[in-house]
């Protein structure tokens, strides 16, 4: 009945989001996974040390 078109309402809107995610990927993940990989080396005590510092306390 009704043809279906095959433009889009948003050109290049693939191309967009690809770019988006890759920068949430490399501005977002990349240092929290760096900051997993410090923390994995840290013994407990010293992950206790290092968030009741006052400095960090008091960033929070």
Known sequence: MFAVSSRRVLP????????????VCLILLLPLSALVMQLSEMSW??????????QVVAAL
Not at 12 to 23: E, P, V
Not at 45 to 54: F, H, L, S
């Open 12 to 23: 290049g809107f693939t191309l967009s989001l690809g770019t988006s995610l890759l920068f």
């Open 45 to 54: 005590a010293q992950y206790w040390e290092v968030i009741t510092n006052p």
